[in-house]
T-cell receptor, first 113, second 114 residues
């Protein structure tokens, strides 16, 4: 059965800290891995990764994929209270007859002032 | 460019009633996906639709749930004879192309069944 597992499930840090969130997967016919940030509303898109070893970066956030070891990490440097959210990892399969994203359970990040 | 729109944002129904959830995709997007998020759980795929076609409904419960995406108008997720276990947040997402492309999510509809 396809599976996406995130760790840790929750994390509390102080402003200025750097955090690393993990996502491992076992999915047949892998196509891409996506990261989303979910506050009390819609999950907002952060990154889409398809190739191993290529870092995607946006401001203080960055992410990388390892297709050999089947995991991805999301790094947030110099954290701010506005980074507090649930971070979701999802995997898309390559089959053309499904648009299904398989989500992990999420990592809840709390950044304290 | 407006994002994915969902309405209502909150819906309260009594057991046995029907719930209708609406989703308007982003402009230019013709692929719509529905997900359900139960309390303390991750998002679970329900159904994937293109205009007038259901492409993948492998995540839909076999009974009481149906979805459509007509040629004109929003996509509708319909739940008949709701039960307390249907209480959840229902998210819609859309994408310009199909499988493997980025999905953009709406704000969700929070359904509460009394």
């Amino acid at each position: 059965e396809d599976k996406v597992v995130q760790s840790p499930l929750s994390l509390v840090v102080h402003e200025g800290d750097t955090v690393t969130l993990n996502c491992s997967y076992e999915v047949t016919n892998f196509r891409s891995l996506l990261w989303y940030k979910q506050e009390k509303k819609a999950p907002t898109f952060l990154f889409m990764l398809t190739s191993s070893g290529i870092e995607k970066k946006s401001g203080r956030l960055s992410s990388i994929l390892d297709k050999k070891e089947l995991f991805s990490i999301l790094n947030i440097t110099a954290t701010q209270t506005g980074d507090s959210a649930v971070y979701l990892c999802a995997v898309a399969r390559g089959s053309s007859n499904t648009g299904k994203l398989i989500f992990g359970q999420g990592t809840t990040l709390q950044v304290k002032p | 460019n407006a994002g994915v729109m969902q309405n209502p944002r909150h819906l309260v129904r009594r057991r046995g009633q029907e719930a209708r959830l609406r989703c308007s995709p982003m402009k230019g997007h013709s692929h719509v996906y529905w997900y359900r998020q139960l309390p303390e759980e991750g998002l679970k795929f329900m159904v994937y639709l293109q205009k007038e076609n259901i492409i993948d409904e492998s995540g839909m419960p076999k009974e009481r749930f149906s979805a459509e995406f007509p040629k004109e108008g929003p996509s509708i997720l319909r739940i008949q004879q709701v039960v307390r276990g249907d209480s959840a947040a229902y998210f819609c997402a859309s994408s310009p192309l199909g499988s493997g492309t980025t999905q953009y999510f709406g704000p969700g509809t929070r359904l509460t069944v009394l």
